[in-house]
């Protein structure tokens, strides 16, 4: 059967963040001319990415997808309108952390939870398309998006050409939402506690013989990704604004988590009946 799907294009991003992350580059920009009076507080050790100026590009998932089944027809498509979603939703997170995090910080809170979020969407087309016919294979080679700075007003000005970077100016008085100016204690990542997430083994039905080792790989990758989880806990403590450690630890992990339990139900679902219900699994909280 053929697709009737509407095209979309991935790499089209919203004007209103466009013309947001300018005028945040600008403000920026001026905050870093008026920070001469007080430059002696950091340096470039404590220079913070400015995640404003730039937008999300990402491959187009559509054009590479087979003849979609009628029967799978709604859930392709709700999930490529997902996709659309997920990209404005990182183009806005851009926008409103500039300023925010240490160099690797666009890649850990944005680049970063929009490719999981990107696998997990991308798995279920191919799943929704597999219960019917051949299941496509390779697509989650278009998980991956990136950081496109071309055009971006007074980038120069701010430091570099691709991730630029400011003083750590801004000093005055106004909080940018990681001040100390509330002690209200939401001051982003403050470095205490473990993740703690729902155990999925226990959970699983009999599983079969051709899908233990797949069904074993992935039970480790749940607990590799809480292991790297509690590890960015750490290194990025001190960061962010009151919800850092949703966007940039527990969210992806999430999305991680849901790629690797869908994984799991794949395997099993292939020779037996696909258990239901395991996503509820997915979403961990911080343990302090």
């Given at each position: 059967m053929s697709r009737a799907l509407?095209?979309?294009?991935?790499?089209?991003?919203?004007?209103?963040?466009?013309?947001?992350?300018?005028?945040?580059?600008?403000?920026?920009?001026?905050?870093?001319?008026?920070?001469?009076?007080?430059?002696?507080?950091?340096?470039?050790?404590?220079?913070?990415?400015?995640?404003?100026?730039?937008?999300?590009?990402?491959?187009?998932?559509?054009?590479?997808?087979?003849?979609?089944?009628?029967?799978?027809?709604?859930?392709?498509?709700?999930?490529?309108?997902?996709?659309?979603?997920?990209?404005?939703?990182?183009?806005?997170?851009?926008?409103?952390?500039?300023?925010?995090?240490?160099?690797?910080?666009?890649?850990?809170?944005?680049?970063?939870?929009?490719?999981?979020?990107?696998?997990?969407?991308?798995?279920?087309?191919?799943?929704?398309?597999?219960?019917?016919?051949?299941r496509p294979s390779g697509l989650d080679a278009l998980a991956p998006c990136s950081l496109d700075t071309e055009g971006s007003a007074g980038q120069d000005d701010a430091g570099t050409g691709e991730e630029a970077t400011t003083p750590p100016a801004e000093d005055g008085g106004e909080d940018t939402g990681q001040g100390a100016g509330e002690d209200t204690g939401q001051a982003g990542n403050t470095g205490v506690g473990t993740v703690s997430c729902p155990d999925v083994a226990p959970r699983l039905p009999a599983i079969p013989a051709s899908a233990q080792a797949e069904v074993e790989r992935n039970l480790g990758d749940l607990d590799t990704q809480i292991a790297e989880a509690d590890k960015r806990l750490v290194d990025t403590a001190g960061q962010g604004g009151p919800d850092f450690v949703q966007n940039a630890v527990l969210g992806p992990l999430e999305d991680k988590r849901v790629a690797a339990i869908n994984r799991i139900a794949t395997a099993i679902g292939r020779t037996a009946e696909r258990p239901s219900g395991l996503d509820s699994l997915a979403a961990c909280t911080l343990t302090k």
């Amino acid at each position: 059967m053929s697709r009737a799907l509407p095209k979309y294009n991935k790499r089209r991003v919203g004007f209103i963040g466009g013309a947001a992350a300018l005028a945040l580059s600008g403000a920026v920009i001026a905050g870093s001319a008026l920070a001469g009076e007080s430059s002696g507080d950091g340096g470039d050790a404590n220079a913070r990415t400015l995640a404003g100026p730039g937008t999300i590009s990402c491959p187009d998932v559509a054009p590479r997808l087979p003849a979609i089944p009628a029967s799978a027809q709604a859930e392709v498509e709700r999930n490529l309108g997902d996709l659309d979603t997920q990209i404005a939703e990182a183009d806005k997170r851009l926008v409103d952390t500039a300023g925010q995090g240490g160099p690797d910080f666009v890649q850990n809170a944005v680049l970063g939870p929009l490719e999981d979020k990107r696998v997990a969407a991308i798995n279920r087309i191919a799943t929704a398309i597999g219960r019917t016919a051949e299941r496509p294979s390779g697509l989650d080679a278009l998980a991956p998006c990136s950081l496109d700075t071309e055009g971006s007003a007074g980038q120069d000005d701010a430091g570099t050409g691709e991730e630029a970077t400011t003083p750590p100016a801004e000093d005055g008085g106004e909080d940018t939402g990681q001040g100390a100016g509330e002690d209200t204690g939401q001051a982003g990542n403050t470095g205490v506690g473990t993740v703690s997430c729902p155990d999925v083994a226990p959970r699983l039905p009999a599983i079969p013989a051709s899908a233990q080792a797949e069904v074993e790989r992935n039970l480790g990758d749940l607990d590799t990704q809480i292991a790297e989880a509690d590890k960015r806990l750490v290194d990025t403590a001190g960061q962010g604004g009151p919800d850092f450690v949703q966007n940039a630890v527990l969210g992806p992990l999430e999305d991680k988590r849901v790629a690797a339990i869908n994984r799991i139900a794949t395997a099993i679902g292939r020779t037996a009946e696909r258990p239901s219900g395991l996503d509820s699994l997915a979403a961990c909280t911080l343990t302090k």
